[in-house]
């Protein structure tokens, strides 16, 4: 068997594709702010990628980039005035802020309706009692994924490796949503590998590289691996290369389908970002929520 490659690069361009056309149909401009702080290389590229593609979908893109020395106080100064600033339908903080800064506070000061990353406990509340709320863009990411490759995802049992606030709770209560049976493993689940063997649909959301090995899969099982690790290249001394949670190669030949590292996950988050965006708008300003954002 050789598995089929799920594309999330070709799936997340399709879908920015429906949201540049659910754009043209609002009466508005939707407006995505982001607050960016500090000099983080990673973060400075994930910003400049979600402004570049913001604006590409037909909406506005407003940056805040701060110095990482910014009080805390002032930080939550600038995210309450977002809050209170109309014209903006969206706000992300983007993570991991400078050391001294409590994200935790910075995250719940943003007001949930323009909780576009799906982070504030309002809005882990509404995913958790299955109440209509903004998701996070991750998890929501790979049950797309799961779906476009398996189709109606109701009965298959759904293994999410990993108990994260970010990815591994909500992507097992998103698969819940699609009546999967879920079952969420960690560090200290007996008996691992036959547990993950179980799934129709595995998760691994864990952060440690290759860690899941072929004979882990159930044959035709459907991979989609959230684990994105820098690991030093293995023939070019000096360089480092990236990895997901999943030995990829020999997984190839048990699952039936499965997301590469990189290439997979990752380029659905912006997508579901900017997804959740125009959801945001359409339900604070009273518009009928475009039809083909709908997965």
Not at 129 to 140: D, E, N, V
Not at 269 to 286: F, W
Request: proline residues 7%; charged residues 25%.
């Amino acid at each position: 068997m050789s598995a089929i490659k799920i594309d999330g690069k070709a799936y997340a361009a399709g879908l920015r594709e429906r949201i540049t056309k659910a754009v043209s149909t609002l009466p508005a401009q939707p407006t995505l702010a982001v607050v960016l702080v500090g000099e983080d290389p990673a973060s400075q590229v994930y910003v400049r990628n979600k402004a570049k593609f913001t604006v590409e979908c037909g909406m506005r893109s407003l940056e805040h980039k701060l110095s990482e020395d910014i009080s805390e106080d002032e930080l939550v100064a600038l995210v309450r005035s977002l809050n209170d600033d109309l014209e903006v339908d969206g706000i992300l903080v983007q993570l991991p802020l400078p050391k001294g800064l409590n994200s935790d506070r910075v995250i719940e000061e943003i007001q949930p309706d323009k909780d576009v990353d799906g982070l504030t406990e309002t809005s882990a509340g509404r995913l958790s009692l299955g109440k209509p709320g903004l998701r996070p863009c991750t998890p929501t990411g790979c049950v797309m994924l799961a779906k476009d490759a398996l189709g109606e995802l109701s009965g298959k049992n759904c293994v999410v490796l990993g108990r994260s606030i970010l990815v591994g709770k909500p992507a097992a209560l998103l698969f819940l949503e699609q009546n999967c049976t879920v079952t969420i493993a960690h560090s200290r689940t007996k008996n691992l590998e036959d547990v993950c063997r179980s799934a129709d649909i595995l998760v691994p959301a864990v952060g440690r590289p290759e860690m899941v090995k072929a004979e882990w899969i159930k044959p035709g099982a459907c991979v989609i691996d959230v684990g994105i690790n820098r690991i030093p290249h293995p023939s070019k001394p000096g360089k480092s290369k990236l990895v997901g949670d999943v030995d990829y190669k020999p997984s190839t030949e048990i699952a039936g389908s499965i997301t590469p590292v990189p290439g997979g996950v990752g380029p659905m988050t912006i997508a579901c970002l900017l997804r959740n965006t125009v959801i945001a708008a359409c339900r604070r300003r009273g518009w009928e929520t475009p039809s083909n954002l709908d997965f």
